[in-house]
């Protein structure tokens, strides 16, 4: 799609409190990883709570938010006419295929209405766009944590009224497959993998030939607890604490997502903290880091048996993918599936996003059209 050698890229990622930016340059002419993309500018501008909280609705925050980007970049001196694509990170709209999406106006509805829910990420694809066309230049998204490419059998609940829902950490399971499988001399689309993404929310996702054919819904509903998430919870206890009137549907919400996993057991979210407190000598923390990886193996072992025992690889990724105790945790439950299991600590989102769309320029994958 391009005959230049160096593409310039600008990244939005915006978070609760906070908006990650970074500009980019993409090689154009290496099959080097390391050298394809190089970070000319980023920074993580955090956001006053306070003022956040004036705002009724996420998308309120879009004008003013996309203000404090153009001010930081105009700051740092980076000139944004020499940005040649923009890509934000793609919010709740509705279940697509994973890929790289132009951002249209049926985009921007579903992102300003919340199709799937109000979440800060909404705001990528609305600054992204409002900058692009202020550049004269195209926007994107890519892999927003609505991607389903789930089979029919695994969305079956148990339950008509109920469907399993495909929410989970679509960027970076999907960067570190493709990662993993340059490395391998091998393409994606040929291999059987299970992707571990170990942050706030935990996911464990069955990559068969290229599509997460299951995987649990990570932000509200399923799979291991993490460190401020319930994950699955006895369904008949939980009816009967939501009609105890003793607490609200927002007092439950947030038990499941905020308040729920180390936050509850632990009274922190802070997985390096837990660390800390198990080397100190603190038994209950290592007891509940251990319930955890446990859980995990699980779900592990639970996607093995959706690629019928064909598993080339498991791949951990997520800040907690830097805990090596924790990581051997899991490990020691998980090694008859499979001996080739790879630790990609971290989570470069930014870097997921722009090398979307060195794929796309290099048509490697194509650029889809929301609809």
Same mark, same amino acid.
């Given at each position: 799609?391009?005959?230049?050698?160096?593409?310039?890229?600008?990244?939005?990622?915006?978070?609760?409190?906070?908006? @990650?930016?970074?500009?980019?340059?993409?090689?154009?002419? #290496?099959?080097?990883?390391?050298?394809?993309?190089?970070?000319?500018?980023?920074?993580?501008?955090?956001?006053? #709570?306070?003022?956040?909280? #004036?705002?009724?609705?996420?998308?309120?925050?879009?004008?003013?938010?996309?203000?404090?980007?153009?001010?930081?970049?105009?700051?740092?001196?980076?000139?944004?006419?020499?940005?040649?694509?923009?890509?934000?990170? =793609?919010?709740?709209?509705?279940?697509?295929?994973?890929?790289?999406?132009?951002?249209?106006? %049926?985009?921007?509805?579903?992102?300003?209405?919340?199709?799937?829910?109000?979440?800060?990420?909404?705001?990528?694809?609305?600054?992204?766009?409002?900058?692009?066309?202020?550049?004269?230049?195209?926007?994107?998204?890519?892999?927003?944590? %609505?991607?389903?490419?789930?089979?029919?059998?695994? @969305?079956?609940?148990?339950?008509?009224?109920?469907?399993?829902?495909?929410?989970?950490?679509?960027?970076?399971?999907?960067?570190?497959?493709?990662?993993?499988?340059?490395?391998?001399?091998?393409?994606?689309?040929?291999?059987?993998?299970?992707? %571990?993404?170990?942050?706030?929310?935990?996911?464990?996702?069955?990559?068969?030939?290229?599509?997460?054919?299951?995987?649990?819904?990570?932000?509200?509903?399923?799979?291991?607890?993490?460190?401020?998430?319930?994950?699955?919870?006895?369904?008949?206890?939980?009816?009967?604490?939501?009609?105890?009137?003793?607490?609200?549907?927002?007092?439950?919400?947030?038990?499941?997502?905020?308040?729920?996993?180390?936050?509850?057991?632990?009274?922190?979210?802070?997985?390096?903290?837990?660390?800390?407190?198990?080397?100190? =000598?603190?038994?209950?923390?290592?007891?509940?880091?251990?319930?955890?990886?446990?859980?995990?193996?699980?779900?592990?072992?639970?996607?093995?048996?959706?690629?019928? =025992?064909?598993?080339?690889?498991?791949?951990?990724? =997520?800040?907690?993918?830097?805990?090596?105790?924790?990581?051997?945790?899991?490990?020691?439950?998980?090694?008859?599936?499979?001996?080739?299991?790879?630790?990609?600590?971290?989570?470069?989102?930014?870097?997921?996003?722009?090398?979307?769309?060195?794929?796309?320029?290099?048509?490697?994958?194509?650029?889809?059209?929301?609809?």
């Amino acid at each position: 799609m391009t005959q230049k050698e160096k593409v310039k890229v600008l990244a939005i990622n915006p978070g609760s409190t906070s908006t @990650k930016v970074a500009v980019m340059e993409i090689n154009m002419n #290496t099959s080097e990883e390391k050298e394809i993309i190089k970070s000319i500018f980023s920074i993580n501008i955090k956001h006053d #709570t306070k003022k956040i909280d #004036t705002f009724v609705h996420i998308t309120d925050q879009y004008q003013w938010r996309k203000q404090c980007v153009l001010d930081e970049l105009q700051l740092n001196h980076v000139n944004i006419s020499e940005i040649e694509y923009i890509i934000g990170r =793609g919010g709740l709209i509705r279940n697509i295929p994973s890929g790289i999406y132009r951002i249209n106006d %049926v985009m921007l509805e579903d992102l300003k209405t919340g199709y799937n829910g109000e979440h800060a990420s909404n705001l990528g694809g609305l600054i992204a766009d409002d900058i692009a066309k202020h550049c004269g230049v195209e926007a994107f998204i890519a892999d927003p944590v %609505v991607v389903d490419e789930m089979e029919a059998i695994a @969305k079956v609940s148990g339950h008509p009224l109920f469907d399993r829902k495909s929410i989970f950490h679509a960027l970076n399971q999907k960067a570190i497959a493709r990662t993993y499988a340059k490395q391998k001399e091998e393409k994606y689309e040929n291999l059987h993998l299970i992707v %571990v993404h170990l942050g706030g929310g935990i996911s464990v996702g069955a990559h068969r030939k290229g599509l997460v054919v299951d995987v649990n819904q990570a932000l509200n509903g399923e799979g291991a607890f993490s460190p401020e998430r319930s994950g699955t919870l006895p369904v008949g206890d939980l009816i009967k604490l939501c009609f105890s009137g003793k607490y609200t549907e927002q007092e439950i919400n947030k038990m499941v997502v905020g308040k729920g996993g180390y936050v509850a057991y632990l009274g922190t979210n802070d997985a390096l903290e837990i660390e800390k407190r198990i080397e100190a =000598g603190d038994i209950e923390a290592k007891f509940y880091s251990e319930a955890m990886a446990y859980q995990i193996a699980k779900e592990i072992g639970a996607a093995s048996t959706v690629l019928e =025992g064909k598993v080339d690889a498991i791949l951990f990724t =997520g800040g907690m993918a830097y805990d090596k105790r924790f990581i051997a945790t899991i490990e020691k439950r998980i090694r008859h599936i499979t001996s080739e299991i790879k630790l990609f600590p971290g989570e470069d989102e930014m870097r997921a996003l722009a090398f979307n769309i060195y794929l796309m320029l290099k048509g490697e994958i194509p650029c889809k059209e929301y609809r």
